[in-house]
């Protein structure tokens, strides 16, 4: 079965530097890749995935990833991160079946 | 176009009673999702269904059961609750199996006493 691996439990990061969430995952076949952000009492949103094609991703607000295959690894980055930034952060990966493995989340915090 | 939403958004119950917790979605997806966040445990999977009429279970199915009976609505059961099924729940919808991203609901906070 595929398993998301988030080895941080917690980021920190000043405000106006650059933020790395790294996430790393174990498939049978070609992955699906995905970032999601959760704020207080909210359900995820969806930050930006990784089907196929080039290996670094563009999403939402300004977030960017970079998918690399021979390490299993797809770790989200910000050249400059906002304190509204702060947030738990999930990768999530699928295989060729229909269900979805999360990892356990990291928790960004950015201070002004 | 409210997306997904979930109720009731906050529930009690006591150990043994039973209650169904209903997920709709109006952006006509076909796939849906159960999900349990528990703390440093991040979501699991519960039950999915990849169609109307049509469900599996997913990485944590003990003590629940699920429906489809429409494309559009997506409910969970829980039988009999127990203290450990106390937790946050999520539904998700997709419209693709594989390459799609999944919209979540609001999120219902049961605790069982």
């Known amino acids: 079965a595929q398993s998301v691996a988030q080895p941080e439990d917690q980021v920190n990061v000043a405000e106006g530097n650059p933020l790395t969430v790294k996430c790393t995952y174990s498939v049978s076949g070609n992955p699906y890749l995905f970032w999601y952000v959760q704020y207080p009492n909210r359900g995820l949103q969806f930050l930006l995935k990784?089907?196929?094609?080039?290996?670094l991703v563009k999403g939402s607000y300004g977030f960017e990833a970079e998918f690399n295959k021979s390490q299993t690894s797809f770790h989200l980055k910000k050249p400059s991160a906002l304190v509204s930034d702060s947030a738990l952060y999930f990768c999530a990966v699928r295989d060729i079946r229909q269900d979805v493995r999360f990892g356990a989340g990291t928790r960004l915090t950015v201070k002004p | 176009n409210a997306g997904v939403t979930q109720t009731p958004k906050f529930r009690v119950l006591k150990t043994g009673q039973s209650m169904t917790l209903l997920c709709a979605q109006d952006?006509?997806?076909?796939?849906m999702y159960w999900y349990r966040q528990d703390p440093g445990m991040g979501l699991r999977l519960i039950h999915y269904?990849?169609?109307?009429?049509?469900?599996a279970k997913g990485e944590v199915p003990d003590g629940y059961n699920v429906s489809r009976l429409k494309k559009q609505n997506f409910l969970l059961g829980l039988e009999s609750a127990a203290p450990s099924q106390t937790s946050v729940y999520f539904c998700a919808s997709s419209y693709s199996p594989r390459g799609g991203e999944q919209y979540f609901g609001p999120g219902t906070r049961l605790t069982v006493t």
């Open positions: 269904s990849v169609g109307e009429g049509t469900t």
């Open positions: 952006m006509n997806h076909e796939y």
């Open positions: 990784y089907i196929t094609g080039d290996n």
